[in-house]
């Protein structure tokens, strides 16, 4: 079995990567987001809607994903870069 | 008129202040060991030049902006720029052996804090990328099937009707007796099989075990894996994949963005 790595699947698997973790550093030299991060409130919920997606086989591109964002962003917890 | 001032002069006011803003922060994509040979990065986010920000024998993979976060309300933006984050840090992955990724949006106010943090932290680091060299990040998420559920209902339903023929009155506290022997038993099966696959991957590297986060969704993992073990993990997962009630989604190779994070020793001996 070969791993994915260009592909819908892959990218979804990505943005969980580069978003969730790596190095975080909690410190009063960073820039950081006391208010809501919009990045990390959108991407989230974009994620959010992918997996759904995936799940059902109705993703086609990233367009669609993005209009179901609008519908959900309220109640998804935005992610905060820094703390 | 000076030569600064005529250009000033040929300026739009929004493209004044564009030049005028400061770029003293510093942008993070990852850490890695200096070597002054290798420089051949592409462009950053928003097309910025990045580079090598040495400290001793360490460095840091920045571009210069100002001391503002990347923020956007527009989705391919924003996507964009995640992929531009980690096309740097694959780019400087490949040049300099290993590095360990930061998250995106990490920016240092200052060039003299980014050096600071270097410096302070530079034992840890290296640790850390010693820890890392000739390995690899891979997601690994195992989904089971319906079949698996299938095949318990069945079996108790059969037990079920047999009861049913010897005792009628009692059918409603028996059919809740098996309801729930069915979620028992779906349970069981599905902790065996989970023992078992981590058993079977964790022979190739470290595991980190995420949250489930999808409908039938048996597990979750990062697995940190010599290069030279990527075939036979692919060949394991395969076979796995190949089971009547599973399946298995793999992707990478991935920077080691899941085992990034730096312990102090304490925190290591107590884990």
Avoid at chain 2, 47 to 56: D, I, M, Q, R, W
Wanted: proline content about 3%.
């Amino acid at each position: 079995m070969l791993p994915e790595r260009n592909t819908k699947v892959g990218v979804v698997d990505l943005l969980d990567r580069v978003l969730d973790k790596g190095i975080v550093i909690s410190a009063d030299v960073i820039i950081s987001f006391a208010d809501m991060p919009l990045i990390g409130l959108n991407l989230r919920a974009a994620l959010a809607c992918i997996d759904k997606m995936l799940d059902y086989g109705l993703m086609t591109d990233w367009g669609e994903a993005q209009k179901a964002v609008e519908k959900e962003k309220e109640v998804i917890t935005p992610i905060k870069i820094t703390s | 008129m000076s030569q600064k001032n005529q250009i000033q002069a040929t300026q739009t006011p929004q493209e004044q202040t564009k030049s005028q803003e400061k770029t003293n922060a510093r942008y993070v994509y990852c850490i890695g060991s200096f070597n002054e040979k290798k420089t051949d990065l592409d462009k950053g986010i928003e097309g910025n030049k990045v580079y090598l920000l040495p400290f001793e024998d360490i460095c840091a993979i920045v571009h210069n902006c100002s001391a503002k976060a990347y923020e956007t309300k527009d989705n391919s933006k924003a996507k964009q720029w995640v992929i531009q984050h980690d096309n740097i840090i694959s780019k400087a992955l490949e040049e300099l052996g290993v590095i360990i990724p930061f998250s995106f949006d990490t920016i240092f106010k200052e060039e003299d804090q980014l050096v600071e943090f270097l410096k302070l932290n530079k034992e840890k680091l290296k640790e850390k990328l010693k820890q890392l060299e000739g390995k690899r990040e891979f997601g690994i998420k195992i989904f089971y099937k319906e079949s698996l559920r299938e095949r318990i209902v069945k079996e108790k339903t059969k037990q079920l009707d047999a009861i049913k023929k010897e005792d009628k009155g009692k059918s409603y506290f028996l059919r809740k007796k098996v309801e729930q022997e069915i979620f028992n038993e779906l349970q069981n099966k599905l902790k065996k099989h989970f023992q078992e696959f981590y058993k079977k991957i964790s022979i190739f590297g470290e595991i980190i075990a995420a949250n489930i986060k999808e409908k039938d969704m048996l597990a979750n993992f990062s697995c940190l894996v010599p290069i030279s073990k990527t075939e036979e993990l692919g060949k394991s997962l395969g076979e796995i994949n190949k089971l009547e009630d599973f399946s298995v989604r793999f992707t990478g190779p991935w920077p080691p963005y899941s085992f990034a994070q730096l312990q102090d020793k304490e925190q290591k001996n107590a884990a």
